[in-house]
T-cell receptor, first 112, second 110 residues
Framework: EAQVTQNPRYLITVTGKKLTVTCSQNMNHEYMSWYRQDPGLGLRQIYYSMNVEVTDKGDVPEGYKVSRKEKRNFPLILESPSPNQTSLYFC???????????FGSGTRLTVV | RKEVEQDPGPFNVPEGATVAFNCTYS??????FFWYRQDCRKEPKLLMSVYSSGNEDGRFTAQLNRASQYISLLIRDSKLSDSATYLCVVPMVATNKLIFGTGTLLAVQP
């Protein structure tokens, strides 16, 4: 079954404690992206990747890191989380940039 | 002007009604467009893609007006299960970024 798997689904953490949200896809898609969704602001892109070892910043990259060492995985790293990073995060993948994206189930992160 | 704008709603309609949402976009070079459906606290799911003038899938019709730079989504014979937020999405190919509208909330009433 084609899918995008994000983990964890829910996470409560404390300010400054490094965390990683994983994203894995089994569709051999080239494009992968991370988005955060906040009330009133909609979905905003954090980082994207067009292929292995190719990543670039989106609209709101501050405080986040990503890596794309393998095609199937695109983890999102928060080195020192802060409360303003409390949000709903989605990973999304696509075979090409202008095709429809498939989203993971989301990670609800709370930083206290 | 925002890159992608939608009427936030909510649209409250009775079952069986026909409802239409509009979405305007600012980049005249955009070539493809999408409508996504998002249920509360769930991931967005692709509903329809629009690459030319329009697309139809059952009760759903998407139309593109390039001259006026808007995309519409028409839902006929609304069902209770159509209640959700509908997101208009425009990919910016040059930047590989999806630009999302803030969504239109539809509530179908029994």
């Amino acid at each position: 079954e084609a899918q995008v798997t994000q983990n964890p689904r829910y996470l409560i953490t404390v300010t400054g404690k490094k965390l990683t949200v994983t994203c894995s896809q089994n569709m051999n898609h080239e494009y992968m992206s991370w988005y955060r969704q906040d009330p009133g602001l909609g979905l905003r892109q954090i980082y994207y990747s067009m292929n292995v070892e190719v990543t670039d910043k989106g609209d709101v990259p501050e405080g986040y890191k990503v890596s794309r060492k393998e095609k199937r995985n695109f983890p999102l790293i928060l080195e020192s989380p802060s409360p303003n990073q409390t949000s709903l995060y989605f990973c999304a993948t696509s075979p090409q940039g202008d095709y429809g994206y498939t989203f993971g189930s989301g990670t609800r992160l709370t930083v206290v | 002007r925002k890159e992608v704008e939608q009427d936030p709603g909510p649209f409250n309609v009775p079952e069986g009604a026909t409802v239409a949402f509009n979405c305007t976009y600012s980049n005249s070079a955009s070539q493809s467009f999408f409508w996504y459906r998002q249920d509360c606290r769930k991931e967005p799911k692709l509903l329809m893609s629009v690459y030319s003038s329009g697309n139809e899938d059952g009760r759903f019709t998407a139309q593109l007006n390039r001259a006026s730079q808007y995309i519409s989504l028409l839902i006929r014979d609304s069902k209770l299960s159509d209640s959700a937020t509908y997101l208009c999405v425009v990919p910016m190919v040059a930047t590989n970024k999806l630009i999302f509208g803030t969504g239109t909330l539809l509530a179908v009433q029994p």
